[in-house]
């Protein structure tokens, strides 16, 4: 079995690299229809339209272009390498719009934002060349 370690994961917007990622999450999810009657045991189930959201977390930094480039509500073509981005490697790709921006400190740590996202679109899983 092959697993993967976090460290290893790239987050690019476009083709430049987001530094000082710290964590990302990616939700794909399904609309489902439920349908049943009275009188039935079980429900059958049948799959609507397809989307997917997620989030990027780093440390704050104001004199990163990438970061100070992106505002609430730019679409980007966002590209997330779970294992890096060697020849090979899985990753999963979308054009994305920024739906929200927190930034948050506390007095014993580093400043952190977090890009929120909602997909514009279909979600492609693809190998890196």
């Known amino acids: 079995m092959a697993i993967i370690h976090g460290k290893d994961g790239i987050v690019k917007i476009g083709a430049a690299d987001f530094g000082h990622v710290q964590s990302w999450n990616l939700d794909v999810t ?70 929200g921006i927190p930034l948050s400190g506390a007095k014993d740590g580093w400043v952190a934002i977090t890009f929120n996202f909602t997909g514009k679109g279909a979600l492609a899983k693809a190998v890196a060349a």
């Open 30 to 99: 399904a609309d489902v229809a439920e349908a049943y009657s009275m009188g039935e045991d079980w429900k059958d189930a049948g799959v609507g339209v397809k989307g997917w959201s997620g989030s990027l977390e780093c440390y704050f930094d104001p004199a990163d272009g990438t970061q100070d480039d992106i505002e609430v509500g730019t679409v980007v073509a966002l590209n997330l390498y779970p294992g890096g981005d060697d020849t090979g490697a899985a990753y999963y790709s979308g054009n994305a719009v920024v739906s």
